[in-house]
């Protein structure tokens, strides 16, 4: 079904890719001038970086808690757990068993990205090869990708563009976070000139150029926003410089204008997350997927858990279970409820962001009964569901269904913010109505602006100003963004870098239903100056010397 699958880890070791986490000496491994001798050997290496998003300990589970923000909460219980628990309600330490897997797998698809990039570029006949180009087009791409991943979560950090061959050149110190975010820069122009052209007939699967122009277009807004430094102040650059990366954005939304090729779903707004838990590519509004391959041998390491972590709850199969039966759901994540009222009657994306009901298995019946549920500590993300899924599938626990970690309509409203940011607000209003108009929902104008995005409605924000045209539209895209993107690991990020994270988190938590006092904490955990980002790990400091065993701010 689908296109560029990821391989076993068992086979990339037998090729000579063991962990190599910039902390430990591999224990064996291929020099470059020894293993790139064929084009298969230059294709598996960059299989092998793929191959360390999808896993569970990656992107196929633990990266479900770390954006947690004002959209989703984790219920079950708010004493410490050292994994997503900690994560999600802002109570993570140092010890936490998921940051150290998270930090991990970062750094070993760095390290095999640029073992790739290394070894391809001299391989004979590179600079006419334009297959070779488009593999270490490829693997810039996912370098940079991660590299942001490591800004985002832990700001200054370890950092290098050279394979960790020995034990003497794992251990660096931090770099800064404007130096890694140059060499971002970079990649992702390589990338947007050398990766496969965007084409309806591709599979998402692999990052496109357009995939290039909007990782662009993200690290640029993040990098003119807010961002915490090591001695716990929340500072941004100066308006000149934001100035030019807000510009640098519109330059990269036209030329992704130019290449076509993508646009929103013409299914429509539910069928687009249907298709995802369906297993169906779909490369018109998904600039690129993580692709999950549970199945076979090695199937764990190649494992998602979309659709049964953080959508509705469905009970195990049990006595008179069809073939076709679906496997269970665990559900361990919820919506934040207050986020179904916020929306229009008629918006479409409001019952695929919240889901109020799970299954129960009918032994009687031999299927699965939906139960609508009453209480709002029940209600679940809804974008992913194993209800979604084909029948049969009855792994307790993982998937084949895809991440998305880009598409059209997040590009959309990217460009939109960029113009809002350079005095064009009619050319924002344009674009974010594109987006509204898409899901059904009323297109925002002067006249009907407070009825929309004022209380009732929603809640008054008191911490954006929309006194004027600039104010009211950053007012629309705080709404407009959570309305859209909930749950696909944008939310949080907006609102560290337009300063509000800490403001939010607590505003919500001052306004949510009594029924959720005591289940969503993060507002009153957050501490300002701290959990902006992420500890680095205990065990990391402990070995790494080059780090001066010192943690970012706020963390002992």
Known sequence: MKKYKVIALSALIAAGFTSCDLTEKPTSYYEKDTYFETMDQAKMSVVGIYDCLAIDKHYGQYEMAMPASDDTYYIQGTGTDNTRRDIAHYMV??????????????????????????????????????????????????????????????????????????????????????????????????????????????????????????????????????????????????????????????????????????????GGFEQLFRGYSEGILNSQESLWEIAFNPTGAGYKDNAGTWATYNGPAVEAPGKNAPADAWGRANAFFRVLPAWKNFFEEGDERRDVMVCTYQYKWNANAGKHDKVENAKLTDWYPGKWRREWMPGGFVDPNNTGVNYCPLRFADVVLMAAEAYNETGNTPEAWKLLNMVRERAKATPITD????????????????????????????????????????????????????????????????????????????????????????????????????????NNPGYE
């Open 447 to 550: 006249a009907n602006y407070s009825s929309l995005m004022k209380a009732p409605q929603v809640y008054d924000l008191p911490y954006i100003q929309d006194g004027d045209a600039a104010g009211k539209f950053r007012t629309a895209l705080y709404w407009e963004r959570g309305f859209e993107l909930a749950f696909e690991g944008q939310r949080k990020y907006d609102l560290l870098r337009w300063g509000i994270l800490g403001d939010a988190l607590k505003f919500f938590q001052g306004n949510m239903d009594k029924a959720l006092k005591g289940k969503y904490v993060a507002g009153d955990k957050f501490v300002k100056g701290q959990h902006e980002l992420f500890p680095i790990p205990l065990g990391e400091l402990q070995a790494n010397p080059a780090l001066n065993n010192q």
């Open 93 to 266: 330490k140092p010890t936490n068993t998921w940051i150290a897997s998270i930090w991990e797998y970062k750094y070993l698809g760095i390290d095999r990205a640029n073992f790739s990039i290394a070894g391809i570029e001299q391989m004979t006949g590179y600079e006419e090869d334009s297959n070779l180009k488009e593999l270490v087009a490829q693997a810039r791409f996912l370098r940079a990708f991660l590299a942001f991943d490591l800004i985002k979560y832990w700001g200054d950090v370890p950092f290098k563009t050279t394979y960790t061959a020995g034990y003497e050149e794992a251990f660096k110190g931090r770099v800064s976070r404007e130096e890694i975010y140059d060499q971002i820069i970079v990649d992702l122009n390589f990338a947007k000139e050398n990766l496969q052209k965007d084409n309806a007939s591709l599979s998402p699967e692999v990052p496109s150029q357009g995939a290039a122009h909007a990782l662009l277009m993200r690290v640029y807004l993040q990098r003119a926003g807010y961002s915490l430094q090591q001695d716990g102040t929340l500072t941004r650059p100066d308006e000149t410089k934001r100035k030019e990366y807000f510009n640098a954005v519109i330059a990269e939304w036209t030329a992704f204008q130019n290449k076509g090729n993508h646009g929103f779903y013409t």
